[in-house]
């Protein structure tokens, strides 16, 4: 063995606690990433399994064409099949409203239903349905559903139980297969799944029933697997760009973790110098040092990658069973162990590539450095100007591809707008600026660190030593909190542009969802008398809004606009509505407010006299507001009721737009309730609940802020894991520098603070950095992507962002402190 | 907090620091090694005392006793009346912030820190403002006026001792312990170093302590405390070189 690498192990062999250490960020790395595989997998296959509809056990489905009865009992009585289900739906109005009828099994493995309560129909007539469709269509356990089938044929269905189902939309109902047909009075199946033998020749019976369904339009038979994969897709339309944004955001926790492995090692190599330097001077050879040290870092990458594997697959197969505790389904995600090979190697080559650099410069010492003292070692100030230049040439990169995209933004509603590459222009320009943060980081630390160790100076030497230590080795410095910044910048970008996005969300519901119900007709028909005294005499109802709206509007040469008398103040959600000029100030006969578009289309500003039509009938309106997109109610035009009056239109109101009086579930159908009541008997209206479709847009705006944030989260778990080692290298490599604070009268207590505190400002400075760049680089691809978002500053967020990474990488430096404030001064003193 | 001390007339009286009967032993069993084996011996206010011996005589071992930096297996180390031996932690740290000074070998300056931030960090860190007076006078007689705003990575290895010499000396500490200060420095230098020694003993009444294993250095001091084997083997009162060579010698010779 090379002699070089023999002292090397020797070494590895006699601390290898230090190799763990060196290696941490790398073991979290390959943790993150094995354990992104396996979620994938849990995910895809809870997909499979929940979300493609079709149950696992299916081998081989009838589907997309003429399938009857008669060919369900052929298949039925092939031999090899165990079991048939066939799907089909019927269903009528029932009362306001309309309820679906789906073929089911009932129970075994074909079932998509599972029993709660009762049981599922043994004859005719009758039906289960599910949780929401008894809250929503006041069904009950016993009572009777009578369906309007049309020309007089009314069908009652009696509930017999209630069962839970995949996606319950509250309008639905499971019955046997004869139940439905008879319903729909057709003999007409839309697919039928089926269950083989274990054992039976898949491929022969799939033969067997492409001849069986022969006709006209032949329905296609395809595997279980296929349907299953083709429907998740439709499903993973969005979960396959979700894994992309993951594979992103892991990427970029591996190279996080690339970077801190190589500070690590950096100073693990900072401190061997004399070490490396003794080797040279007694002849080790430049070549074989380097192949030494590169060989410790295969080992490194080695060890740090299968503990990391085996950690995430421990954590990988705690999930499903955590889950299951908490009653929740989640699948396995088995044992991928290619991808298990794949992400050892990964971590291997990561480490390599980390080592490569700080060992060849580790192998350059002259020998000379032997008889120097090392203290100075890894405590460089500044950078070279080759490290200038570099920098430099970095930031003018990145600010000529963030102007190329700041000349080329979209306007306010551009047309056949791809925003790609523009979106592309941002994040080469974001990567440029990370890398120039990356070159220029030594020499920008300490500027940040005169300014956010300000008030640290001041509370005495504790914290003057403290921003003196970070200070006086800025490229240590330097090296951790640009990993931190990498972590701040993305939760930073996610905070802002959620928060954008989200103040647009709200502005785009003010408009089309103003409160939680509307009660009108498809027709605009007027409301019938009482119906809104009795919605405001109601305690369950709130806010009850009756408005006027109508079609047929012209403007100048725009024809077939809506207006509605709707006061922009009327309810309290309107206030969200972006104006992008004037306002609803001053509101009255004469004045209007009108959509964007319109403005522009028909050219009319804040001010401007315009005149709307409808038939002979006109009057004039001044323009007071215009707003950034469409009027309430999907309209384009707010009128005063006496203009819409003037147009013509009958006082009565078309429509009641509603508030629950208490919040959550109960109250929403309670209210829905009362509302439904003021109409019966009138099925020429209805009440849509425009709080659900509100509920399902905030959902998944916070779902996907949950996972992007999640995701982003890994990068900061690295980071935070790069301060924590950093502190600890830090602390070995300054053992001699506590001994002395020690020895000059330093406490532990003091001594700890400051090894504490040191590490916190590593949090401080990054989080600095991370902001500084995180914020605009947010607003500009927001702004890239063409959606009209408005630039929206979470600052609390931001803030408790801030101050959760400062007590993170705080928390880190808690142990390393700890352990240095142990050692007592002599034997620090006496450390080489 | 402070214990009533054990005066003992022939050795306490004058002692700015003073050793009693201290045994330091390292290890356990058939591998204990007997560092300090009963040395008693006092260190007058206001004088420059050498402490030499041959290699693992048991001198460094004596000054982190005496400097409260290490504990005795037994005995007592009296400092100014304290007896550092029975003190927690936070006595001790307190001692070696007010009371103390150290000169080190290898300088131990703290590398991100001027020099005049080194300087002032033993009173920076008791919370205290330097005597400006003192301060200037210590600056100017240790050369150092010029350099006060550089690194130590900037200073020679004289100006570093300089500068930890300042630090030392600035806190007015009752005694300073100074570890082989010329061990790493040219011999001008080192005689620079020692010659400042010796005034700060004379002009400014600073006890000091030198552990040194070089005659030369310790020629420089008022009095030569030799030790061997972990017991004292005699001493010199107003050294020269030769006479402190001689007693090494024969030290060596009776071993």
């Known amino acids: 063995m090379n002699p070089v690498l023999r002292t090397q192990m020797a070494g590895v062999a006699r601390r290898p606690a230090r190799l763990l250490l060196t290696g941490l960020a790398v073991l979290v790395a390959s943790f993150v990433v094995y354990a992104t595989v396996l979620a994938q997998q849990i995910t895809e296959r809870s997909i499979l399994n929940g979300l493609s509809g079709t149950p696992e056990a299916v081998d081989l489905v009838v589907r997309n064409g003429d399938i009857n009865t008669k060919q369900l009992a052929a298949i039925s009585a092939l031999p090899g099949v165990a079991e048939t289900a066939a799907r089909t739906e019927s269903g009528g109005p029932f009362g306001n409203d309309y309820l679906s009828v789906l073929s089911d099994p009932g129970s075994g493995p074909l079932s998509i239903i599972t029993m709660r309560e009762g049981r599922f129909p043994t004859g005719p007539g009758e039906i289960v349905v599910t949780p929401r469709t008894v809250e929503r269509l006041g069904l009950a356990l016993g009572s009777t559903a009578e369906l309007d089938m049309g020309e007089g044929r009314r069908v009652p269905l009696k509930v017999s139980g209630i069962a839970d189902t995949r996606d319950d939309w509250g309008f639905l109902a499971y019955a046997p297969i004869t139940t439905v047909t008879g319903l729909a009075g057709a003999d007409f199946l839309s697919q039928i799944d089926v269950r083989l033998d274990s054992g039976a020749d898949a491929g022969a019976i799939q033969q067997r029933l492409t001849e069986l369904t022969k006709g006209a339009e032949a329905p296609e038979v395809a595997t279980g697997a296929d349907v299953r994969l083709s429907e998740a897709r439709e499903a993973a339309g969005e979960v396959d760009q979700v894994f992309a944004v993951v594979a992103t955001f892991v990427a970029v926790a591996v190279i996080a973790a690339g970077l801190i492995a190589a500070s690590t090692f950096r100073i693990v190599f900072a401190q061997r110098l004399r070490q490396l330097a003794l080797l040279r001077a007694v002849g080790a050879g430049k070549a074989s040092l380097s192949r030494a040290l590169a060989a410790e870092g295969v080992l490194t990458g080695l060890v740090a990658g299968v503990t990391g594997v085996l950690g995430a697959l421990a954590a990988g197969h705690l999930v499903p069973l955590l889950a299951g505790a908490f009653g929740w389904k989640v699948a396995s995600p088995g044992f991928p162990l290619g991808k298990a090979a794949a992400t050892v190697l990964l971590a291997v080559v990561i480490t390599v590539l980390a080592v490569l650099a700080p060992a060849v410069s580790a192998a350059r010492v002259a020998p000379l450095e032997a008889l120097r003292s090392a203290a100075s070692a890894g405590a460089q100030r500044g950078i070279g100007v080759l490290r200038w230049i570099t920098g430099l040439l970095l930031t003018g990169a990145a600010v000529a591809a963030a102007g190329y995209v700041q000349v080329n933004l979209p306007g306010p509603d551009p047309e056949n707008y791809d925003p790609l590459p523009l979106l592309l222009g941002v994040v080469v320009s974001g990567g440029f600026a990370y890398l120039a943060l990356i070159a220029l980081g030594p020499a920008l630390v300490r500027p940040v660190l005169a300014v956010t160790g300000w008030p640290l100076r001041r509370l005495g030497p504790v914290g003057k030593l403290a921003v003196g230590g970070v200070g006086g080795s800025t490229r240590r410095a330097a090296a951790v909190s640009v990993v931190v910044a990498l972590g701040v910048t993305l939760i930073a970008g996610v905070l802002v542009g959620g928060a954008s996005i989200q103040v647009l969300g709200d502005r785009e519901l003010a408009a089309s969802a103003p409160a939680d119900f509307e009660l009108s007709s498809s027709e605009g028909a007027p409301l019938p008398a009482g119906v809104v005294d009795r919605a405001k005499g109601s305690t369950e109802v709130a806010r009850a809004t009756p408005y006027r709206r109508t079609g047929s509007v012209t403007v100048g040469s725009l024809s077939d606009l809506s207006a509605t008398d709707l006061s922009v103040k009327a309810l309290p959600r309107l206030a969200d509505l972006d104006f992008r000029s004037g306002s609803a100030e001053g509101a009255g006969p004469g004045k209007a407010v009108i959509a964007g578009f319109l403005a522009d289309d028909a050219n009319l500003a804040v001010g401007d006299t315009g005149e709307a039509a409808i038939g002979p009938k006109k009057v004039r309106f001044e323009v007071i507001g215009v707003l950034s997109d469409m009027a309430p109610l999907h309209t384009q035009l707010v009128l005063d009721p006496a203009d819409l009056t003037a147009l013509g239109v009958a006082p009565a109101p078309t429509g009641l737009l509603a508030d629950a009086a208490r919040a959550g579930e109960e109250g929403r159908t309670e209210a829905l309730r009362v509302l439904r009541t003021t109409i019966v008997g009138q099925p020429e209206f209805g009440v849509v609940v425009l709080a659900d479709q509100r509920d399902q847009m905030k959902t998944a705006l916070t779902v996907l802020l949950a996972i992007a944030i999640g995701l982003v989260g890994l990068t900061v778990l690295i980071a935070v894991v790069g301060v924590g080692a950093t502190t600890a290298l830090s602390v070995v490599e300054r053992v001699r520098e506590s001994g002395l604070l020690r020895a000059v009268g330093m406490s532990r207590g003091s001594l700890r603070a400051m090894l504490t505190t040191e590490s916190a400002l590593y949090g401080v400075i990054g989080a600095a950095f991370g902001l500084a760049l995180g914020v605009p680089y947010a607003w500009l691809a927001l702004r890239a992507t063409g959606v009209n978002a408005p630039f929206t500053l979470p600052v609390w967020q931001l803030a408790a962002v801030f101050a959760a990474l400062v007590a993170l990488t705080a928390l880190a430096g808690v142990l390393p402190a700890r352990r240095a404030a142990r050692v007592s001064p002599v034997s620090a003193l006496g450390t080489e | ?255």
């Not at chain 2, 003190?87 to 070998?105: H, M, W, Y």
């Not at chain 2, 010329?182 to 020694?197: F, I, M, P, Y």
């Not at chain 2, 405390?225 to 030769?242: K, N, Q, T």
């Open chain 2, 1 to 255: 907090m402070q214990t009533q001390p054990s005066r003992r007339p022939d050795q306490a009286s004058l002692a700015a620091v003073a050793a009693v009967d201290l045994v330091k032993v390292y290890g356990t069993g058939d591998t204990a090694v007997r560092a300090l084996d009963g040395v008693t011996v006092g260190f007058d206010r206001g004088r420059f005392t050498a402490i030499m011996g041959p290699s693992g005589s048991g001198k460094s071992t004596l000054m982190h006793c005496l400097a409260g930096l290490d504990t005795a297996t037994s005995g007592q180390v009296l400092l100014g009346g304290t007896d550092l031996t029975r003190q927690n932690d936070r006595i001790l740290t307190k001692a070696r912030r007010e009371r103390i000074g150290f000169v080190f070998q290898s300088f131990n300056l703290l590398p991100q820190l001027t020099a005049a931030a080194n300087i002032t960090l033993p009173l920076d860190l008791a919370g205290r403002r330097p005597d400006a007076e003192l301060y200037d006078r210590l600056v100017t007689t240790l050369g150092l006026a010029g350099r006060l705003g550089h690194l130590p990575s900037e200073l020679s290895g004289g100006q570093q001792q300089r500068v930890a010499l300042a630090r030392a000396l600035v806190s007015r500490p009752e005694v300073i312990f100074a570890d082989e200060p010329t061990g790493n420095l040219d011999s001008r230098s080192g005689a620079e170093v020692l010659g400042l020694l010796r005034d700060s003993a004379r002009d400014l009444g600073q006890t000091i302590v030198m552990v040194t294993h070089d005659p030369g250095a310790a020629a420089y001091a008022d009095r030569v405390v030799m030790l061997a084997d972990g017991r004292l083997a005699g001493e010199i009162h107003s050294p020269d070189i030769a006479a402190v060579t001689d007693a090494l010698q024969s030290l060596a010779a009776g071993r």
